[in-house]
């Protein structure tokens, strides 16, 4: 990355993002309104969704770019906590005795540190270097909006936004033209998709925040049988866009649990322990809220097609990372296009928080990007150049071979079946590896998602394994007429490549096991139960390396697919690191290790030190 700072001036040009205190925080930098550096904490921190300021995240974006904080013209934090605050006190006050005990620990909580964010990031910045620079507050789904628009490739479009919830706001509709976003309407608590999305995770027993995609992992091994009870008694979607949850089902609003005991009357049983095997009715309740997601995401965004008259529509908010869903809206939505902020989270808040502050705020013009997006890819975090990977070797005693054919070398050990680590380039923002930091397999080996799942990822047996495919081959593997570059949208593979599905699998009485087994395509390990897979296609010109690995591939084996998984173990951030990397691929007992052009083999040797 350039030096910001010698080649295009600071001061007001540079705002710094921050997103914190809930999950995923993360900062970001944003220069003359180009997004230079983005990262999340946990990267750092090694805490998965670490919530705390982003201190290292935010000391690395300013560094990265050449900058100390006093050349910043502003920070600019994703939501505003007084609002916030005001919403948790009124809500307590009208459940009344029930939520006392949660309502004094949050009251600690906010008096102590989150009502002190302004002085907080003072104090951070303080730490990382000389100067001092002001701090403004974003509406939390101002930020999301403007993370989904300013870096999409329109000049104009509607503006979907639905989370958890935000200050009050679960959902909200706006518009983008130009630099400038208008907010037009809001769904606010306790009606929320995302908390009745995340009330179904806890009910079927995976942990909330980090359990979602699990729960739609598991939708497709199920009947959706509950749908109509949940539309009938829990979530009431109105034709015209509008939604509705009986708060007698749910308990968030009292802060102990999700769901209130009686739900079990409903759902067949009471909510499965974690420790639990999952059984056909959980699958059954995943399928049928997935189902019950999509109707209230089809109904919200014809709601904003009415309201904008805009052909296309951008999205943001935890609920945008539902790839079943935003297929859906994509094959049956008003929208001639749908474009889809990668880090939708809270993390890419901060980017989006920096921008709307840029264009909203100071009224500074926007650039649409000339190819693609203004996101680089998501490849906005810290790279490593192969002389300082070879250094960090030689420092730690690791034999490694640096091959000059390294596509050619890798390509061969994937085809032969070995699990390869993969660390190229600069660390991807937001929750997928897109081939920077990835784990990578074979994906025509059917055994390979029971290997990695179990021995290498240690999840759940069910969760499906994404292909990464040449773009120029995308059409011809699966069904799919657009690019998807982030890996945010589910495709059929193609017809021509799927296989007779095995009898076992057809059966009334298959269990999941036996439908796991069952093989249903040319690239099996990337082919999920419904013949589904989660697609990312791959272009020589925003991800030139990967790009040249799946060539390597394609040459090797006829086939442009690799099965693409993200860098880490179940429980952990993703690597950052290529000490990171070397932990974690001893420990999954991966076959390869590739770091910037070193490939090193699995041995026996211990896990070195950070």
């Known amino acids: 990355m350039p030096d910001v700072a010698a080649s295009r001036g600071v001061g007001p040009r540079a705002i710094l993002g921050i997103s914190a205190d809930y999950h995923d925080a993360a900062a970001a930098l944003v220069v003359d309104g180009e997004i230079v550096a983005a ?3 946990e990267r750092f921190s090694r805490v998965k969704h670490d919530p705390d300021l982003p201190r290292q995240a935010a000391a690395w974006c300013l560094e990265s770019a050449g900058l100390e904080p006093g050349d910043l ?8 906590p007084l609002s916030t605050y005001e919403r948790i006190l009124s809500t307590h006050a009208r459940i009344g005795p029930r939520g006392f005990p949660t309502l004094a620990k949050a009251i600690g909580t906010w008096s102590l540190r989150k009502l002190w964010v302004e002085y907080r990031i003072e104090r951070m910045l303080a730490s990382i270097g000389p100067g001092r620079a002001p701090v403004t507050f974003a509406e939390h789904h101002q930020s999301h909006a403007a993370s989904a628009f300013y870096p999409s490739p329109h000049e104009h479009a509607a503006i979907i936004t639905f989370d958890g919830v935000g200050e009050w706001t679960t959902t909200s509709i706006g518009v983008g033209s130009g630099h400038r976003i208008a907010m037009l309407e809001q769904v606010r608590f306790p009606d929320s998709l995302g908390l009745l999305y995340s009330a179904m995770t806890a009910f079927c027993g995976f942990d909330v925040n980090d359990g979602e995609y699990k729960l739609m992992g598991l939708a497709p091994y199920g009947t959706p ?7 009938e008694q829990v979530v009431q979607i109105d034709p015209h866009g509008s939604f509705q949850l009986d708060q007698r ?11 209130r005991r009686r739900l079990a009357d409903l759902l067949d049983g009471p909510p499965r322990d974690r420790s639990a095997e999952v059984t056909d009715r959980e699958a059954d309740l995943a399928a049928s809220v997935q189902v019950v997601l999509e109707e209230a995401v089809l109904r919200v965004a014809e709601r904003a097609q009415r309201s904008t008259e805009a052909t296309a529509v951008c999205l943001a908010g935890g609920v945008a990372l539902n790839c079943v869903a935003n297929r859906r809206l994509i094959e049956d939505g008003p929208f ?3 474009w889809i902020q990668p880090a939708a989270g809270d993390d890419g808040a901060a980017i989006g928080a920096a921008l709307w502050a840029w264009h909203q705020i100071d009224e500074q013009p926007r650039r649409v990007a000339d190819h693609g997006d203004g996101m680089r890819g998501s490849f906005l975090g810290p790279s490593f150049t192969h002389d300082e990977v070879v250094a960090w070797l030689d420092q730690n005693g690791l034999a490694y071979d640096v091959p000059v054919d390294l596509h050619a070398v890798v390509a061969a050990a994937l085809s032969a079946g070995r699990t390869v680590g993969w660390f190229s380039g600069a660390m991807e923002f937001g929750p997928r590896a897109l081939g920077h930091r990835s784990i990578l397999a074979d994906p025509r080996d059917a055994s390979a998602v029971a290997r990695i799942n179990a021995g290498v990822k240690e999840r759940e047996s069910f969760r499906p394994f994404a292909p990464a495919v040449l773009a120029e081959h995308a059409a011809s593997w699966f069904v ?5 570059p982030y890996m945010l949208v589910t495709a059929e593979v193609h017809p021509d490549r799927r296989l007779a599905t095995a009898d076992a699998d057809r059966a009334p009485t298959a269990s999941m096991a036996e439908r796991l087994a069952a093989i249903r395509s040319e690239i099996p390990a990337c082919t999920h139960v419904d013949g589904s897979a989660r697609v990312q296609t791959v272009d020589a010109v925003t991800n030139p390396e990967f790009h040249r690995l799946l060539t390597a591939f394609h040459v090797e084996t006829g086939c442009p697919v690799l099965l693409n998984t993200s860098f880490n173990r179940a429980g952990e951030p993703i690597v950052r690191s290529p000490a990171d990397a070397h932990r974690c691929f001893v420990a999954a007992g991966l076959d390869l290790l590739v770091i910037e052009g070193c490939v090193i083999e699995a041995t026996p040797a211990e896990v070195v030190g950070s």
Do not use: C, I, N
């Open 225 to 231: 049988r509950f749908a109509d009870v949940l539309r």
């Open 39 to 41: 990262a999340s904490e």
């Open 73 to 80: 013209g502003g920070v600019a934090f994703y939501s505003k």
């Open 336 to 338: 001639a296009d749908v």
């Open 249 to 259: 089902w749910f308990d968030y609003q009292a802060g102990a649990r999700m769901t």
């Open 480 to 484: 799919l007429d657009r690019p998807s």
